[in-house]
Nanobody
Framework: QVRLVESGGGLVQAGGSLRLTCTSSVSILTIGTMGWYQQAPGKQRELIATITSSGITNYTDSVKGRFTIARDNAKNTVYLLMDSLKPEDTAIYYC??????????????WGQGTQVTVSS
């Protein structure tokens, strides 16, 4: 079974940094492109960063230049390096496959996420 476990969140001051970790129970090479998703209070979950199996990355404008997504295929682990954190980054962060209209079945695998709270 696919299990995705996020960790590394916490409370930080604006301008601080965190590293989030997502560990998969199955090979992330078989999953393919991975993403980090952000769900702020009262808002929909949105994709903020992706990384292909070979390491090609993309970011949404809200985090571009501040966050870095990385993966270790041998460890079945994906990371999100978060710098220059802002209060508006406060959210629950989830890791999952990059989900499009052809892969909606992956919505069954959302984990608990990890909470990031940024104080001003």
């Amino acid at each position: 079974q696919v299990r995705l476990v996020e960790s590394g969140g916490g409370l930080v001051q604006a301008g601080g940094s965190l590293r989030l970790t997502c560990t998969s129970s199955v090979s992330i090479l078989t999953i393919g492109t991975m993403g980090w998703y952000q769900q702020a209070p009262g808002k929909q979950r949105e994709l903020i960063a992706t990384i292909t199996s070979s390491g090609i990355t993309n970011y949404t404008d809200s985090v571009k230049g501040r966050f870095t997504i990385a993966r270790d295929n041998a460890k079945n682990t994906v990371y999100l390096l978060m710098d220059s954190l802002k209060p508006e980054d406060t959210a629950i962060y989830y890791c999952n496959k990059w989900i499009d209209s052809t892969s909606q079945s992956w919505n069954r695998y959302w984990g608990q996420g990890t909470q990031v709270t940024v104080s001003s």
